[in-house]
T-cell receptor, first 114, second 109 residues
Framework: DTGVSQDPRHKITKRGQNVTFRCDPI?????LYWYRQTLGQGPEFLTY????????KSRLLSDRFSAERPKGSFSTLEIQRTEQGDSAMYLC????????????FGPGTRLTVT | QKEVEQDPGPLSVPEGAIVSLNCTYS??????FMWYRQYSRKGPELLMY????GNKEDGRFTAQVDKSSKYISLFIRDSQPSDSATYLC?????????FGQGTRLTINP
């Protein structure tokens, strides 16, 4: 069993550039979540999908952020016109619909905006 | 008031000690409570979850929920240096998890 995987693991970008992250969930899980974690804080919810449908978005998800899960399998999170405040660890998690309290996280993508 | 309050520590104890990690929460409607362990620069790892009140034990780890006082705890017995990590409490709020700040724990050999 391969757990949740994320790519890339690290991304350094300049302010104003666009970045895209990918998440591959556990294969039998139909729910996929994105969280953001800054240093010294717990993860904060951004958005989640059930299959290909995006069902909830946090107020943290500004217009510069967009997430997709086109075929109900992997997901992408894109940040346009990055700002220094976007520097954080972006975490992906997955769960089954019936046990959505059991969320399994990937290793995260660490974004640094210079 | 934050929905979940967790003492950020840091907490440092000698190997073999019993560790107690605690969180308080504000909404009595929460039913599922989780503990995650996070090593430096890694993703959180689900340790245990508890439904409603009571205790749940898994090896050296015991999770406890007291709904009357809105208090959740994680006890680690016979602590090992490999237990050194940040421990995050969380509850399930609708479809998402809401996390505490995390407590940084160091077990000294």
């Amino acid at each position: 069993d391969t757990g949740v995987s994320q790519d890339p693991r690290h991304k350094i970008t300049k302010r104003g550039q666009n970045v895209t992250f990918r998440c591959d969930p556990i294969s039998e899980h139909n729910r996929l979540y994105w969280y953001r974690q800054t240093l010294g804080q717990g993860p904060e919810f951004l958005t989640y999908f059930q299959n290909e449908a995006q069902l909830e978005k946090s107020r943290l998800l500004s217009d510069r952020f967009s997430a997709e899960r086109p075929k109900g399998s992997f997901s992408t999170l894109e940040i346009q016109r990055t700002e220094q405040g976007d520097s954080a660890m972006y975490l992906c998690a997955s769960s089954s619909r019936d046990r959505n309290y059991e969320q399994y996280f990937g290793p995260g993508t660490r974004l640094t905006v210079t | 008031q934050k929905e979940v309050e967790q003492d950020p520590g840091p907490l440092s104890v000698p190997e073999g000690a019993i560790v107690s990690l605690n969180c308080t929460y504000s909404n009595s409607a929460f039913q599922y409570f989780m503990w995650y362990r996070q090593y430096s620069r890694k993703g959180p790892e689900l340790l245990m979850y508890t439904y409603s009140s009571g205790n749940k034990e898994d090896g050296r780890f015991t999770a406890q929920v007291d709904k009357s006082s809105k208090y959740i705890s994680l006890f680690i017995r016979d602590s090992q240096p490999s237990d050194s990590a940040t421990y995050l409490c969380a509850y399930q709020g609708a479809q998402k998890l809401v996390f505490g700040q995390g407590t940084r724990l160091t077990i000294n050999p």
